[in-house]
């Protein structure tokens, strides 16, 4: 591919910087409008992290990982995955998922491989972009080309946080043994028999404290707080089950029903409907019942109330509060005490191998791996206001809570997008990716267009989303998936059109769309790029029969949602037509009590208000 032409009837010269999950998505979404299009992509494969081959090389993937969401969940809405047993797929079956999509869609002839950008600076109306060609074995090629707008896909895992923790576990500090970053980490095989103390509790970290743990003659794992673990099952089997491990479950040929994936219990309408506060405080009661001593649940239930105390808002939020790891494989090894967890805020002093922690705890590590993330940063951006040192985080990624639908800087959304910097809390990137690239291609083409006050606008919700997540606030990228997916549908005009009437003409669809995930197919059954043939034939995978199970979780769900739809959302509609300040329609300005106690999450933030229409409609 070489670079973008001027496109026909002087449609937009489109440069797509990364070729990974939201890259691709972009790339495909901008082609699809009619426009001339390119990619570039570092590497010589698309998939980015997810290749096998940027294993190790830099990049939070290692052998044995096993994706948080289902093959449905992080599969693009118009492009079903093979495989029709409902899983938790390794990363090489969606390595492969991405390349059969780029192949559907006629993406590698437009990608650049190996090739970098240098810099990009916007002069006279257009991108003039310098790029370098690194091809193994030939001298490295610099050119420079010129584009009308530019998607930024090269996602928020990109540099490895090292200054402040290696400074921890420096020489200077008095360690003798060994630092390394997980991005560093391939497998545990380097590490048998060694005493080793991993740094962190994020998912990647949760893994390879795991994966360590069966092979290191001792395995710490020290994180300055506790963190809330989600189960990627959740059925009453898996709870009252002692012994359980998740890894083993997902690595079976057992087959779950839908109702049991996390991603159910955390998207679906009947448990996003309910107000944030009751939908945090069941989490409590389930935490407080805890389990078996040394179960999963246990620990996981330990942690968790540990994690949500300290203020009011986030015991009453729950996991809502704060981001959540979902992945509990560490649960049950430090129930079964293969992993012993220290949790402290800061180290004490450091005498050879020999960590003292701050509440008096010790422990001897040959080896500390480092799993404290990664930033962001855009060096080749010139002259861009929003990337002043003065508008980026303590961590020097920028706030991303700064641009509209984190995705549109101000006064930058018709020449530049940054697609793949929406984490939900729920659910994977790829689809939020895909309903940002979505609307920006139609931007891009006047289909739609942005509020005028979208700079104001985006302050506002960011402020918001700070205070929704109070207990873990520096996580600038999280947002809460059915509320974000919902504000974007409706600018694109892609909502879901499900009414009540389903009840007589189409059950099976109505029951399907309260308690099955929001997966992004939904967002395929009508509006601009519809294709409800696609969305009907992954939905008929997966039958009511077999999937849905009127279990003790589910019919309390269910009497939440009906008291929330029938008396909850109306009665916070009406109170908002006499009381607007305490109740707002939307968590823009602020997050009231009385808005926590009677209106939905779903309308929690994003701009997604509450309508009428929202209160007749399923």
Known sequence: CGPAKPGR????????????????????????????????????????????????KGTPTYDGLHLTTSQVFIAYSDFPPKEKRLAYPPKEEYAQYLNDYAEQFNLLDKIRFETSIV?????????????????????????????????????????????????????????????????QFINAKPLAGKK??????????????????????????????????????????????????????????????????????????????????????????????????????????????????????????GDQGTYVTKNARLCTAIGKGQVRSIVCPKVESISGKTIKFCNGEECEADVVVVCTGYKTSFPYLKGVDFLQPDRLCPCGSPNVRKWYKHAFPPNWADKLCFIGYARPHQGGIPATSEM?????????????????????????????ETMYYTISPHLKTVVDYPSFMESLARMIGVEPQISWGLLFSNPALLLKWIYYPMWPCWYRLNGPGANPKTCHEILDRYPLSKNLIPD??????????????????????????????????????????????????????????????DLITP
């Open 436 to 464: 940002v690239a979505r609307a920006w291609s139609m931007i891009l083409m006047d289909k739609i267009s942005l509020p005028d006050n979208y700079a104001e606008l985006a302050e506002k919700e960011g402020d918001t």
């Open 9 to 56: 009837m002087g449609a937009k010269r489109v440069l797509v910087v990364g070729a990974g999950a939201s890259g691709l998505v972009a790339l495909k979404e901008v082609l699809e409008q009619g426009m001339s299009a390119c990619a570039i992509e570092r590497t010589n494969v698309v998939g980015g992290v997810f290749s096998s081959g940027n294993t190790g």
């Open 196 to 317: 080793v103390l991993v740094v962190g509790v994020g998912e990647s970290a949760v893994d390879v404290t795991t994966d360590i743990s069966k092979v290191a003659a001792t395995t710490s794992n020290w994180s300055r707080r506790d963190m809330v673990y989600a189960m990627r099952y959740t059925s009453l089997e898996v709870i009252k089950n002692a012994d359980y491990d998740e890894f083993e479950d997902i690595l079976s040929e057992k087959e779950h029903p839908v109702q049991e994936y996390l991603e159910t219990n955390t998207t679906s309408r009947v448990q996003s409907m309910m107000p944030p506060a009751p939908f945090g405080l069941i989490r409590q009661l389930f935490w407080q019942l805890g389990g078996k001593p040394g179960s999963m649940i246990a620990t996981l239930s330990k942690k968790a109330i540990n994690a949500t105390k300290g203020s009011l808002r986030g015991f009453v939020q």
């Open 119 to 183: 810099s990009a600076e916007y002069k006279g109306g257009e991108w003039v972009v310098v790029l370098k060609k690194h091809e193994a074995g030939k001298p490295e090629v610099e050119t420079t080309e010129t584009y009308d707008a530019m998607a930024v896909c090269t996602g928020a895992n990109q540099e490895p946080k090292l200054f402040e923790i290696t400074k921890v576990f420096s020489q200077e500090a008095g360690y003798t043994g060994e630092v390394m970053h997980s991005s």
């Open 552 to 613: 003790p979780m589910l019919i309390m769900a269910t009497v939440v949602y009906v008291f929330t739809v029938l008396f909850l959302n109306p009665l916070a509609y009406f109170l908002h037509t006499f009381f607007p300040k305490a109740v707002p329609m939307t968590g823009v300005n602020g997050l009231p009590w009385v808005w926590m106690l009677i209106r939905s999450k779903r309308f929690a933030m994003h701009g997604c208000e509450m309508r009428f229409k």
